[in-house]
């Protein structure tokens, strides 16, 4: 029996139209920023504010590199600015323990071990019986 193996594992779901959810997330949140700054600033400077959201907004949604979202990229550079650069090594002493190997001692040996050594190593031919 064969499986079958999924494929198009690294596309996300489609679920609102043909943006994902956090496409939808990203536009939403700069389209709710941008109608309530419609309130507090003039028209122009509203316009020229919701274009800059805009473009904040759609880079953050639709932009990959490398495969990468463009979040998890200012994620990483924020991240790599905010820790310290110095890096100090300082060797630790590491105690190395040594252990104590047991010798065999070579005494004495058995009388078949020193007949069957003497068969095979000896060179004139064994006698025969």
């Known amino acids: 029996?064969?499986?079958?193996?999924?494929?198009?594992?690294e596309t996300e779901s489609k679920l609102v139209g043909p943006l994902t959810l956090k496409q939808f997330i990203y536009l939403g949140v700069a389209g709710l920023i941008s109608f309530g700054l419609f309130f507090v600033l003039?028209?122009?400077?509203?316009?020229?504010?919701?274009?800059?959201?805009?473009?904040?907004?759609?880079?953050?949604?639709f932009?990959?590199?490398?495969?990468?979202?463009?979040?998890?990229i200012l994620q990483s550079a924020l991240a790599y600015l905010w820790k310290p650069k110095l890096y100090l090594w300082q060797k630790q002493e590491q105690k190395i323990e040594e252990k104590?190997?047991?010798?065999?001692?070579?005494?004495?040996?058995?009388?078949?071990?020193?007949?069957?050594?003497n068969l095979i190593t000896k060179k004139p031919p064994v006698n025969k019986l």
Not at 100 to 117: I, R, Y
């Open 100 to 117: 104590e190997m047991k010798v065999p001692e070579e005494g004495t040996v058995s009388k078949l071990k020193n007949m069957w050594l």
């Open 42 to 61: 003039k028209t122009f400077v509203w316009a020229m504010a919701t274009i800059l959201l805009g473009i904040i907004a759609a880079s953050l949604a």
């Open 1 to 9: 029996m064969q499986f079958q193996v999924p494929q198009f594992i």
């Open 63 to 72: 932009i990959k590199y490398n495969g990468r979202p463009l979040v998890v």
